[in-house]
């Protein structure tokens, strides 16, 4: 499942959307992903089992902070990886989380 923005993206998940892993970006079109991740808890759209990861150019301690206390498996800054080092550490957060 891919979305273009958190609105199209909350659409999915009050349709039934269970995705294994749910990678948000700080900055989105519409709400802010922190928001719709918020969202998405508070409303328990999200299934329990979703890995959540933040992939975004968002490295402030504050936005790091946000994310962990709204639960987020991963928190990685774009500009300091390459994609394949995306796929990886997404992957790794992944297995890290089913271990749980």
């Known amino acids: ?3 273009t923005g958190s609105d199209e993206a909350l659409a999915k998940f009050k349709e039934g959307a269970k ?3 749910l990678i948000l970006d700080v900055i989105m079109p519409g709400m802010d992903g922190l928001e719709l991740l918020t969202l998405l808890r508070k409303d328990k759209t999200l299934p ?3 890995t ?3 992939l ?3 490295g402030e ?3 790091i ?3 962990k206390n709204l639960g987020v498996q991963g928190y990685i800054v774009k500009a300091t990886a390459i994609p394949s080092e995306v796929v990886e ?3 790794k957060i992944f297995k890290n989380n089913k271990k749980s």
């Open 89 to 91: 550490e997404v992957m």
């Open 52 to 54: 959540v990861v933040v």
């Open 56 to 58: 975004t150019n968002q």
């Open 1 to 3: 499942m891919t979305a």
């Open 48 to 50: 329990p089992e979703t």
């Open 19 to 21: 995705p294994d892993i």
């Open 61 to 63: 301690t504050s936005d």
């Open 65 to 67: 902070e946000k994310a």
